[in-house]
T-cell receptor
Framework: DARVTQTPRHKVTEMGQEVTMRCQPI?????VFWYRQTMMQGLELLAY????????DSGMPKDRFSAEMPDATLATLKIQPSEPRDSAVYFC?????????????FGSGTQLSVL | SQKIEQNSEALNIQEGKTATLTCNYT??????LQWYRQDPGRGPVFLLLIRENEKEKRKERLKVTFDTTLKQSLFHITASQPADSATYLCAISGDYGQNFVFGPGTRLSVLP
């Protein structure tokens, strides 16, 4: 069963530390999304890639967050420096080429706690 | 900016009844509207998609309607079961997957 893989599943860190979250999209998918979920804000779109190119990262705090796709099998989301308000569950989702299907497949998320 | 609202934060219904969830959006004309299910500790799972030129879509006990004039979608679960208890999220997106935005979700509890 093809699935989106996210690592780590849980991360506890101290304020000021760098955090890197990784995502392996489903093979053949060409769109990747990063979302952040909190009780207060729900699912917030942070960044969107198509064919590894960032098309929209307007939802991401630029001063501390960065998202990249070094290759088609890996997407990364970095926070440097991390702050307590960054505590949330971060989801990666991938989607097949737009012309064939439009639904998203989500990973299990990275639960981040910044102390 | 675009905004998505779902009718209530939580909805309790009796087993066997039909659950109806509402999704309203503003300041946007989406090409697609989708519904996802999310269980605690898991990522959302796709349920149904409806396009802007479609009025209704069905899949087993699920039915989605899409009214682009009212800017509203209704999501129905007929013959509800306790196993249907979860949070249901609606999402809208453009022609090429841009602006793939989710609503806050409705937590459905089906009581036996």
């Amino acid at each position: 069963d093809a699935r989106v893989t996210q690592t780590p599943r849980h991360k506890v860190t101290e304020m000021g530390q760098e955090v890197t979250m990784r995502c392996q999209p489903i093979l053949g998918h060409n769109t990747v999304f990063w979302y952040r979920q909190t009780m207060m804000q729900g699912l917030e779109l942070l960044a969107y890639f198509r064919n590894r190119a960032p098309l929209d990262d307007s939802g991401m705090p630029k001063d501390r967050f960065s998202a990249e796709m070094p290759d088609a099998t890996l997407a990364t989301l970095k926070i440097q420096p991390s702050e307590p308000r960054d505590s949330a569950v971060y989801f990666c989702a991938s989607g097949p080429p737009i012309t064939t299907n439009e639904k998203l497949f989500f990973g299990s998320g990275t639960q981040l706690s910044v102390l | 900016s675009q905004k998505i609202e779902q009718n209530s934060e939580a909805l309790n219904i009796q087993e066997g009844k039909t659950a109806t969830l509402t999704c309203n959006y503003t300041n946007y004309s989406p090409a697609y509207l989708q519904w996802y299910r999310q269980d605690p500790g898991r990522g959302p799972v796709f349920l149904l998609l409806i396009r802007e030129n479609e009025k209704e879509k069905r899949k087993e006990r699920l039915k989605v309607t899409f009214d682009t004039t009212l800017k509203q979608s209704l999501f129905h679960i007929t013959a509800s079961q306790p196993a249907d208890s979860a949070t249901y999220l609606c999402a809208i997106s453009g022609d090429y997957g841009q602006n793939f935005v989710f609503g806050p979700g409705t937590r459905l509890s089906v009581l036996p």
